[in-house]
């Protein structure tokens, strides 16, 4: 089956580096994004990557290693509007987006 | 800044009604997709489309239906709707190529009572 994993909840406080992890198991591979969703929201796109290596966008890095099958999102620079869940999501070999269940960030001042 | 939208926001409905919950995008997006997600939990794919007359089912699609008769509608009927069909409703819409990010509508919150 097809199966991605995240952190359920981390806590991090204002300021700081977090970095939330991803790992995950399909039937084939065409590149992996990641979503913020704030409570009550629907999600909005913060990265794609398909080939290996880090992908940096302000203060919101991606990196991905396609022979691992893991990726990470990295937040520099915690602001307290940080706080929402991370989704971790893989396009499928018939390029079907598989989603994992997110990461809920908890941002203390 | 994305055009896609949703109605109802918020529906509190009895069993056994039928409900047809909207979503319209105005970017002319091919793709469309509709999810339902549990709060904290993954989004499931009900169902999506690849343009119009194109229709597929996902993975909780059996008791539901759509239709893609324009390229800007993707209408999700429930024909009898229960208690467990009670969670939150996203319609999504990309341009198709490969690495396109979805756009998502604000989601239809639904309470089957």
């Known amino acids: 089956g097809q199966n991605i994993d995240q952190p359920t909840e981390m806590t991090a406080t204002e300021g700081a580096i977090v970095q939330i992890n991803c790992t995950y198991q399909?039937?084939?591979?065409?590149?992996l994004f990641w979503y913020q969703q704030h409570a009550g929201e629907a999600p909005t796109f913060l990265s794609y990557?398909?080939l290996d290596g880090l992908e940096e966008k302000g203060r919101f890095s991606s990196f991905l290693s396609r022979s691992k099958g893991y990726s990470y999102l990295l937040l520099k620079e915690l602001q307290m509007k940080d706080s929402a869940s991370y989704l971790c999501?893989?396009?499928?070999?018939?390029?079907?987006?598989?989603w994992g269940a997110g990461t809920k960030l908890i941002i203390k001042p | 800044e994305a055009d896609i939208y949703q109605t109802p926001r918020y529906l509190v409905i009895g069993t056994g009604k039928k409900i047809t919950l909207e979503c319209s995008q105005t970017?002319?997006?091919?793709?469309m997709y509709w999810y339902q997600q549990d709060p904290g939990m993954e989004l499931h794919l009900i169902h999506y489309?690849?343009?119009?007359?194109?229709?597929e089912k996902g993975d909780l699609s059996s008791e539901s239906t759509v239709s893609r008769i324009r390229t800007e509608h993707f209408p999700l009927t429930l024909e009898s709707a229960r208690p467990s069909h009670t969670s939150q409703y996203l319609c999504?819409?990309?341009?198709?190529?490969?690495?396109?990010?979805?756009?998502f509508g604000q989601g239809t919150r639904l309470t089957v009572v």
């Open positions: 999504a819409s990309s341009e198709g190529g490969e690495s396109t990010e979805a756009f």
């Open positions: 970017m002319g997006h091919d793709k």
């Open positions: 489309s690849y343009g119009v007359n194109s229709t």
């Open positions: 399909t039937s084939g591979f065409n590149g």
């Open positions: 990557n398909v």
């Open positions: 999501a893989v396009l499928d070999s018939n390029y079907q987006l598989i």
